[in-house]
């Protein structure tokens, strides 16, 4: 059986095996919920690098922080999910 590999953004890699939905399930939708968030502060904290905000900054870089410990969490959650399906 071969798996397909699962791109995401955060350089993180999901294996799930052909016959596994998981873009269909709850956690998959977090996930991808998660990385769009990620992606959306990344922009902003691009767009107002120049800004004089520091505090602003901080807290935006704190979220996206908090936002990448999230993702990593689901990541896992669903690599444990694939493994129990294979």
């Known amino acids: ?38 992606r959306d502060l990344d922009c902003t904290i691009s767009a107002l690098a120049d800004s004089s905000d520091e505090l602003l900054l901080a807290r935006l870089k704190k979220r996206k922080l908090r936002l990448k410990d999230e993702i990593e969490r689901v990541a896992s959650d669903l690599r444990l999910a694939a493994a129990a399906v294979s």
């Open 1 to 38: 059986m071969h798996s397909h590999e699962l791109p995401v953004s955060s350089g993180l890699r999901i294996s799930a095996a052909p016959e596994t939905s998981f873009t269909e399930t709850p956690l998959w939708s977090r996930f991808v919920n998660l990385t769009q968030q990620h």
